[in-house]
């Protein structure tokens, strides 16, 4: 079993539609979650950090459940420029340092 | 400024070049990565550094070493690698790296552009 699991998709999706990616990880010890968006060619980019409370800006919401071991992100309203690749970073502290990217969800939205 | 520069963009070699990949950041941050990425892939971390100290070597090869001159600078020297090798190089960094003997989680890393590295 991967470390980090994430559905690659793609999810094709129309504009305006919510959408919503899904990242399991293995370890329980793992203490930090981040969801980073990837465009074609390009580095990633931090999206958001993921706290256990929850957090959200603007249309993304990412949400952490420690219990089934599953981080979750939610795109409301769905622009064309939200198509990219989403990947789920999770960094465990025990035993080591590790961070674990997971393979990425792609995300097409079309007019 | 969530800024971390790298340099060459591009780089083509041969098996028997020795080339260096650099990576600049200014925001103070201590924690310094560099990661492999093959296309379709997620980036796969190669060495982190710490207050210029290296402190995670991912059983990388000897071809590739890494060098911390300073807080800022971040340097992967390459020699004699294979085409296999090619690759993005993105270097990224953070605040801190985290130690998990004191229970200090590291944080939000930031990525340079990434150097696309075609090894002939």
């Known amino acids: 079993r991967k470390e980090v699991e994430q559905d690659p998709g793609p999810f094709n999706v129309p504009e305006g539609a919510t959408v919503a990616f899904n990242c399991t990880y293995s370890n329980s010890a793992s203490q930090s979650f981040f969801w980073y968006r990837q465009d074609c060619r390009k580095e990633p980019k931090l999206l958001m950090s993921?706290?256990?409370s929850g957090n959200e800006d603007g249309r993304f919401t990412a949400q952490l459940n420690r219990a089934s071991q599953y981080i979750s992100l939610l795109i409301r309203d769905s622009k064309l420029s939200d198509s990219a690749t989403y990947l789920c970073?999770?960094?465990?502290?025990?035993?080591?340092?590790?961070?674990?990217f997971g393979a990425g969800t792609r995300l097409f939205v079309k007019a | 400024d969530t800024e971390v520069t790298q340099t060459p963009k591009h780089l083509v070699m041969g098996m028997t070049n020795k080339k260096s990949l650099k990576c600049e950041q200014h925001?103070?941050?201590?924690?310094m990565y560099w990661y492999k990425q093959k296309a379709k892939k997620p980036p796969e971390l190669m060495f982190v550094y710490s207050y210029e100290k290296l402190s995670i070597n991912e059983s990388v090869p000897s071809r590739f070493s890494p060098e911390c001159p300073n807080s800022s600078l971040l340097n992967l020297h390459l020699h004699a690698l294979q085409p296999e090798d090619s690759a993005l190089y993105l270097c990224?960094?953070?605040?801190?790296?985290?130690?998990?003997?004191?229970?200090?989680?590291?944080?939000?890393?930031?990525f340079g552009p990434g150097t696309r590295l075609t090894v002939l």
């Open positions: 993921v706290y256990s």
């Open positions: 970073v999770v960094r465990t502290h025990t035993g080591g340092f590790k961070t674990i």
């Open positions: 925001m103070g941050h201590r924690a």
């Open positions: 990224a960094s953070s605040q801190i790296a985290g130690n998990p003997k004191f229970r200090v989680w590291g944080n939000e890393q930031f």
